[in-house]
């Protein structure tokens, strides 16, 4: 009679009531369980009856003898599954017979359903040049989607201006709110401490020529410009880019966009284009917006700290900015906003059909628009410093 035994050499039949023991009779191996399996306790482990199985002669067949086995959850069933690996790996039959009902019908449940392709890993590195045409694809793949959403977008715009979309007015009108108005409080927030923060950088520097007073036009044109575009495309990605990307996963979890296009409608056209609207015609308001809370975060600078008195700082001010300092600002903020809206909406209709997936499509939606801004950033400036704009 054999007894498995723990790392420590305890036997690990007498570890919580979990008790294997094993037994050769005549050619064959009867493996004994008794006591409580519970998954929250210390196990027995397979270590013996692998040896046992290994003993020469081997065992012409295994058997179960459960008589003595009490309470029991999955635990058993993980352990009798290891023993058929073990003995299917060496060409042993196996019989359940001697296990309760229960087992015997959820171990053949587990055993009729075929293990999905790439559950695990092999055991060894997969090439490299394997690795990167599976990387090849993947990437393929992804641009074959983005194109294919990009051009159900389009035509779904398309549709909307020409009024021959159908969604809800009341949808887009609580749109435009949750995009505008309802983001009013953290723009204010993030664009008044950016102007402090740009007019104290701009001090330590000026104040050293004597020229403290170009704090207004720094500020103003940094603004104007740049930033407050910038800086609210931040805030609206991981605002309402997530928001986007999860309402959408969640629908697409509980069916909804299968519903839509069950009756016949479009989900790009109800679902995804009132929100790209939505956020396109409010991103150069906020824009706007946030260009005078910039301001007017340096001007408590200038005039609180840099003995500027508040008429000569708004001159300055004026004096700096035009149109072809405030119109490019803008149009930079209707680009970022279709970033934004775009990406939030494409990765929440790929979203998986998981709760889990739904926070990895709003994450990704956040990640991917705040690249998407830094990059069409760049390009921007690129493009000013070309033309000389």
Known sequence: MFRTRSAAGAPDGLLDGAKVHLERTGDGLVIGLGGTWQIQAHLPGGTAVEAALDASPPPAAVRFDASSIGDWDSSVLTFV????????????PVDRTGLPEGVQRLVGLARAVPEREGAQRAAGHEPWLKKLGGWGLITWDAMIAQVHFLGEVTMGLGRFFTGRARYRRQDLRLLIQQAGADALGIVSLVSFLFGLILAFVGAVQLQQFGAAIYV???????????????????????????????QLGTMKVTEEIDALRTTGISPIEFLVVPRIVALVLMMPLLTVYADFVGILGGFVVGTGLLDITPRAYVQQTTSALGMTQFIPGVVKGTIYGLLIAVAGCRHGMRAGSSASAVGDAATRAVVSGVVAIIVACGVAQVISWVFGI
């Open 81 to 92: 599954q290891g023993v058929e690996d073990a003995a299917e790996a060496r060409g042993i």
């Open 216 to 246: 207004a036009d720094l500020v103003a044109i940094g603004m104007v410009r740049d930033m407050a575009a910038f800086m609210t495309a931040i805030v609206v990605a991981g605002r309402s880019g997530a928001a986007y990307a999860a």
